[in-house]
């Protein structure tokens, strides 16, 4: 059985890659723990990053499809072939004007679709775009339709803009960075990135590793009660329907399961049926 679940709500440094920043929490846990996060940062950015620890690591979907909320510095005059300061400069123009960039910004609130960046983990004919992006091969990106939530200027000078920006699951800050710059007559990329939340999630909780208030704070869990005389019964970490007693919230997706008084596992109801994703092991969660 892997460990007990547990949820960390970290705050990544920038210049180091997700995949790195978390040697430093897998030097606190036995090498067979599973430890993953929900959400990537890419190494020039910063900023909050869920960790999930254990069995946990089963929760990615729940974390993953959050809403988001970042700080962001985008540059004018320059496009880099991966939108970001990392890359190569492929493309140069005219700084705006700042009146031009207000008018602009309105426009990239709501829904809109967008066409992700080629230096993305998206897939793209059953690959992922930036293999294919690193080898050189032409192709396109398809555009998707995202929501920004909101969009506020927080300052512009010598060709530096701030924004700070509310989106939905699977917004790519990058693009709308270049986006941006195209609509203004210009070229732009993304220079600094910060992570401010996650879902109800915020950068300044970044000390508090309470599992339950985390998970408790995605509103997403029901309660599901099954007679512990089945317990044997849960088999491959399914437990049928006809062992339940009481159910509360019964269209959630993801449920506290008990044994009777026992808080037992984290589940997710698939047909009908409760697949056991985190087994509770102590009093932390």
């Not at 978390?22 to 990537?40: E, F, Q, R, W």
């Not at 690193?134 to 998707?144: A, D, H, I, N, T």
């Amino acid at each position: 059985m892997d460990a007990t679940p547990e949820i960390l709500l970290m705050d990544k440094t920038e210049g180091v890659t997700s995949f790195r920043f978390l040697d430093s929490v897998k030097k606190a846990y036995p090498k067979s723990t599973k430890i993953g996060h929900a959400g990537t940062l890419d190494k020039f950015a910063s900023g909050l990053m869920i960790v999930l620890i254990g069995n946990a690591t089963r929760l990615n979907p729940v974390f993953s499809s959050m809403d988001k909320s970042y700080e962001a510095l985008i540059r004018f005059g320059t496009e880099t072939d991966t939108l970001d300061p990392d890359g190569r400069i492929i493309r140069t123009a005219p700084i705006p004007d700042e009146h031009v960039i207000d008018e602009v910004l309105s426009s990239f609130k709501g829904k809109i679709m967008q066409r992700p960046p080629k230096y993305s983990a998206v897939h793209v004919d059953g690959k992922r775009a930036y293999k294919n992006a690193l080898k050189g091969v032409e192709f396109e990106m398809p555009s998707r339709q995202v929501e920004i939530f909101s969009l506020e200027k927080l300052s512009y000078s010598a060709g530096d803009l701030i924004i700070r920006v509310h989106v939905s699951k699977g917004t790519y800050i990058r693009s709308l960075a270049r986006d941006i710059g195209e609509k203004c007559s210009s070229a732009a990329h993304l220079e600094k990135l910060r992570r401010l939340s996650i879902g109800p999630y915020h950068l300044d909780e970044c000390l508090s590793y309470d599992t339950k208030r985390i998970l408790d704070e995605t509103g997403l869990f029901g309660t599901a009660v099954y007679s512990k005389k089945f317990e044997k019964q849960i088999v491959n970490g399914i437990i049928r329907s006809e062992f339940l007693i009481d159910i509360d919230k019964p269209d959630s997706k993801y449920f506290y399961m008990y044994l009777e008084e026992e808080k037992y596992a984290i589940g997710e109801r698939i047909d009908g049926k409760m697949k056991v994703l985190a087994r509770f092991g102590d009093e932390r969660v």
